[in-house]
């Protein structure tokens, strides 16, 4: 039976307790401590996954409150008021210094998650910056070690990591038949011209392979521009990276901005003794355990009143995680750390395409890294995040 991101089987409040569309009282989770909670950046991804995320929380009794959001569009601010409620601010800075907010979500363009995190980490309130956690590894490590000093919770989005899925793979790596993954395989295509290959996309499988299989040691990456006729906003639009784990064990990315996103976009597979599996698309889960016997398979059940896209796409998952974090009551599941780390395997691929793929050796040196990798991508041609 498919489980949601903490262990409960949604079909048992459907079945045993008639509450079909998961809506009764649930006292354990409406007792909590109500949460007071602020947004920077309010575009696309917050009002389709983060808003109707957290809306469906407080259906099924969380007690979280979003009371305001900075946007500098007023034409979006003035929808986003009407629609999910919320006090508008032109400046991020104003809602900071004038609401009494528990956490903070930064969902702002890349270049700016520093800067809108670190303010929000000042004023001592916890963040959960969406990814990739910066563009910079320098500000990346400022953000984590700001954080660690102040002993405030700084998390990242990676909702993929609370997506049913790829937590049963996990739990499978964990606990077996897939103890000791020898070889693990990625693949994303990002179809859209107008978005970076890796920062952009590519970033989720990044984390995901951590997230399965632990920290990385060498990273070696190639890539073609095949295509440059289409002006995509990478300097490659076709890249493969391959990788060697503190483990032992090994691993490949390829990822394509010339494909199609969705014939499929995501699939992983995971290699242990005579037992394998894949998750395609964050949908279905095979497990490959024996020559004899069947495969295993497990896929979500259909119907819209007993699994929620927010929920299976891990985004309620990742928000609940952040709310229990602020609250002491659960450690996150994906750190500023993580973030960083996922960053670096990013970056560790693009120093290895501006050496002809040569072998990058992790940890990087942040500022010299930065420093190649911006050469590397400003000499390729690319234009710079829009």
Not at 49 to 59: F, G, S, Y
């Amino acid at each position: 039976m498919l489980e949601d991101t903490y262990g409960h089987t949604p079909y048992r409040k459907a079945f045993d307790l008639g509450d079909v569309y998961g809506v009764g009282f649930d006292e354990q989770r409406a007792s909590k401590k109500k949460l007071k909670i602020g947004f920077i950046g309010a575009g696309p991804v917050v009002q389709s996954k983060h808003w109707p995320a957290i809306k469906r929380l407080q259906t099924i009794w969380e007690p979280v409150e979003v009371t305001a959001f900075a946007l500098r569009t007023e034409v979006q601010a003035r929808k986003v008021e009407q629609v999910f409620g919320g006090k508008w601010y032109a400046d991020y800075r104003e809602m900071i210094k004038n609401e009494p907010l528990d956490g903070v979500i930064v969902a702002s363009f890349d270049d700016l998650h520093a800067e809108h995190t670190i303010a929000c980490l000042e004023a001592g309130i916890p963040v959960l910056v969406e990814k990739p956690i910066t563009r910079s590894l320098t500000d990346a490590r400022e953000m984590c070690c700001l954080a660690d000093e102040k002993g405030i919770v700084l998390m990242t989005v990676s909702n993929k990591r609370y997506s049913p899925p790829y937590r049963r793979a996990k739990q499978f790596i964990d606990e077996g038949p897939i103890c000791n993954p020898a070889m693990y395989i990625g693949k994303f295509n990002l179809g859209y011209p107008y978005v970076d290959l890796f920062e952009s996309g590519t970033i989720h499988v990044f984390d995901l392979t951590r997230y399965l299989m632990g920290d990385v040691h060498t990273v070696r990456a190639v890539g073609v521009n095949r295509y440059a006729k289409n002006k995509r906003k990478f300097p490659v639009d076709n890249a493969i990276c391959q990788y060697e784990f503190c483990s032992g064990a090994i691993g490949t990315v390829y990822t394509s901005s010339s494909a199609l996103s969705f014939k499929p976009w995501e699939r992983v597979e995971v290699y242990g003794d005579y037992a394998w599996l894949d998750v395609d698309d964050q949908y279905k889960l095979t497990l490959h355990d024996s020559e004899m016997g069947g495969s295993k398979y497990w896929t979500p059940i259909v119907p819209n009143t007993l699994l929620f896209d927010e929920e299976f796409g891990g985004f309620m998952g990742q928000i609940e995680n952040f709310l229990n974090a602020i609250r002491g009551l659960e450690k996150p599941l994906v750190t500023g750390w993580d973030g960083y780390r996922a960053y670096e395997l990013l970056v560790a691929g693009e120093l290895s395409l501006a050496h002809g793929g040569g072998v990058i050796q992790l940890p990087l040196d942040a500022e010299q890294s930065d420093k190649e990798a911006l050469a590397w991508l400003k000499k390729s041609g690319w234009p710079g995040e829009g």
